[in-house]
């Protein structure tokens, strides 16, 4: 059974772009939840999707935003980029509430 | 909101040791603990997880954790610990029914020979 998929793996951007990073959830899993890890925050929950629908959402500005298609792929759109947004994005699924969510190797961004 | 506090930034430790981390959580509501290990430039490996049931909980790779409800404690242990473990550990919860999962600081395991 393929892993969870991300891409692309690393990412170079400038302040004040956009970018969209992209998470093919485990076949069967309908729960997808993103995270940042940085150094200084470490692993922090953006927002989890479940069947289209935003379910969850952590402390983040409204640059930050998801979706999540009927085949329960998701993207994870970044706007007007700050520097502080260089982390390590990862993406999880998992079947449903209360199940184990497998991460994906995550996106590397880095804003200049 | 719940939230986790995993009390050791680092822990060096030799080969074939016995290790311990130490992971305290807070909430209000019944909570689901986890334990993530993840090795560099890789995504996150479930360890072991409480969702009820015995508190002694068997991971993979031969680690295990204790779920202790009044110390609200759910620290990590190995009896013996092997070079290939070095990583950082994460502790996470979650509460009821979503998967809001907060994770913690994480701990960098070094083994040395």
């Known amino acids: 059974k393929a892993g969870v998929t991300q891409t692309p793996r690393y990412l170079i951007k400038t302040r004040g772009q956009q970018v969209t990073l992209s998470c093919s959830p485990i076949?069967?899993?309908?729960?997808v939840s993103w995270y940042q890890q940085t150094p200084g925050q470490g692993l922090q929950f953006l927002f989890e999707y479940f069947s289209e629908t935003q379910r969850n959402k952590g402390n983040f500005p409204g640059r930050f935003s998801g979706r999540q298609f009927s085949n329960s792929r998701s993207e994870m759109n970044v706007s007007t980029l700050e520097l502080g947004d260089s982390a390590l994005y990862l993406c999880?699924?998992?079947?449903?509430?209360?199940?184990?969510?497998?991460f994906g190797p995550g996106t590397r961004l880095t804003v200049l | 909101a719940q939230s986790v506090t995993q009390l050791d930034s680092q822990v060096p430790v030799f080969e074939e040791a016995p290790v311990e981390l130490r992971c305290n959580y807070s909430?209000?509501?019944?909570?689901?603990l986890f334990w993530y290990v993840q090795y560099p430039n890789q995504g996150l490996q479930l360890l072991l997880k409480?969702?009820?049931?015995?508190?002694l909980v068997k991971g993979i790779n031969g680690f295990e954790a204790e779920f202790n409800k009044s110390q609200t404690s759910f620290h990590l242990r190995k009896p013996s610990v092997h070079i290939s473990d070095t990583a950082e550990y994460f502790c996470?919860?979650?509460?009821?029914?979503?998967?809001?999962?907060?994770f913690g600081a994480g701990t960098r395991l070094t083994v040395k020979p």
């Open positions: 409480y969702l009820s049931g015995s508190t």
């Open positions: 076949s069967g899993h309908r729960s």
């Open positions: 909430s209000s509501v019944s909570v689901y």
């Open positions: 999880a699924s998992s079947w449903g509430p209360y199940n184990e969510q497998f």
């Open positions: 996470a919860v979650s509460v009821t029914e979503n998967n809001d999962m907060r």
